[in-house]
C-alpha cells in the first residue's frame, strides 16, 4: 500500500529555533495534511494543503505542497516549548486504498537539555 | 462542539477477555477511522468505514471487528484481548479534506 516517509523522527529544538520536517511518497496525493499531537492528546489538525506548490501559513508554522504532489513540508519559526509533541504529514488520495488518509509515523519534538 | 467523542478514556483487559470501544461524531462526516499507536510505528490504520453500512479492512485488522452502527457511531471490538493489543487507540471521522481525531481510549491487556 501506499506509505509516507516522515523525517526526521525525532529531533531536539531549543527556543527561538527553526524547525523544519518533511514527508515524502513514491504515491501521488490530492491533499497533504499536517497535524499535531500533544501528549495524552488526539493529533490535531495544523495546515492543509490543497494543490501542488501551494505555501500556506498558520501562525508561525508554514507548510507547502511539493511541486511533484509527492512530498510537503513543514517549517516552524522562531520555536517556542509549546511546539514540543509529535508532528504527522497525511496524504489523501481520493483514488486510493486505506480510507484515503494515509499518516507518515511522525516526527517528535522536544526541547534541548 | 463534541467533535469525535471515545469512550472509555482508559482500560485494563486480562489476556482472553473482550470489549467494545465507542467512538461517536457530531459533524455529520460520511467517513470514520479507527487507528492504533505505538511508540515509533505512528498511526497504523485497524478498520475504516467509507459511509454507514460499509467498512474496510485498514493496515492491521487482525483480532478486531468493527460496527457502524449509525452515520454517527462507529465501535471497535476485541473479541479475545491479546498482550500485543496493548496500545492506545484513536477514533477519527473526517470531511472530504481532513480527519478530526478524538482524545483516544489508552488500553492494556494483562
Known amino acids: 500500500g501506499q506509505q509516507l516517509n516522515q523525517s526526521p523522527q525525532s529531533m531536539f529544538i531549543q527556543e527561538g529555533e527553526d524547525v523544519s520536517m518533511n514527508c515524502t511518497s513514491s504515491?501521488?496525493?490530492?491533499?497533504w495534511l499536517w497535524y499535531k499531537q500533544d501528549p495524552g492528546e488526539g493529533p490535531v489538525l495544523l495546515i492543509a494543503?490543497?494543490?501542488?506548490?501551494e505555501l500556506t501559513s498558520n501562525g508561525r508554522l508554514t507548510a507547502q505542497f511539493g511541486i511533484t504532489r509527492k512530498d510537503s513540508f513543514l517549517n516552524i519559526s522562531a520555536s517556542i516549548p509549546s511546539d514540543v509533541g509529535i508532528y504527522f504529514c497525511?496524504?489523501?488520495?481520493?483514488?486510493?486504498?486505506?480510507?484515503?488518509?494515509?499518516f507518515g509515523k511522525g516526527t517528535k519534538l522536544s526541547v534541548k537539555p | 462542539n463534541a467533535g469525535v467523542t471515545q469512550t472509555p478514556k482508559f482500560q485494563v483487559l486480562k489476556t482472553g477477555q473482550s470489549m467494545t470501544l465507542q467512538c461517536a461524531q457530531d459533524?455529520?462526516?460520511?467517513?470514520m477511522y479507527w487507528y492504533r499507536q505505538d511508540p515509533g510505528m505512528g498511526l497504523r490504520l485497524i478498520y475504516y468505514?467509507?459511509?454507514?453500512?460499509?467498512?474496510d479492512k485498514g493496515e492491521v485488522p487482525n483480532g478486531y471487528n468493527v460496527s457502524r452502527l449509525n452515520k454517527r457511531e462507529f465501535s471497535l471490538r476485541l473479541e479475545s484481548a491479546a498482550p500485543s493489543q496493548t496500545s492506545v487507540y484513536f477514533c477519527?471521522?473526517?470531511?472530504?479534506?481532513?480527519?478530526?481525531f478524538g482524545s483516544g481510549t489508552r488500553l492494556t491487556v494483562v
Open positions: 477519527a471521522s473526517s470531511d472530504s479534506v481532513a480527519g478530526f
Open positions: 504515491s501521488i496525493f490530492n491533499t
Open positions: 494543503l490543497y494543490k501542488a506548490g
Open positions: 497525511a496524504g489523501r488520495n481520493y483514488g486510493g486504498s486505506q480510507g484515503n488518509l494515509i
Open positions: 459533524m455529520n462526516h460520511n467517513s
Open positions: 468505514s467509507a459511509s454507514e453500512g460499509t467498512t
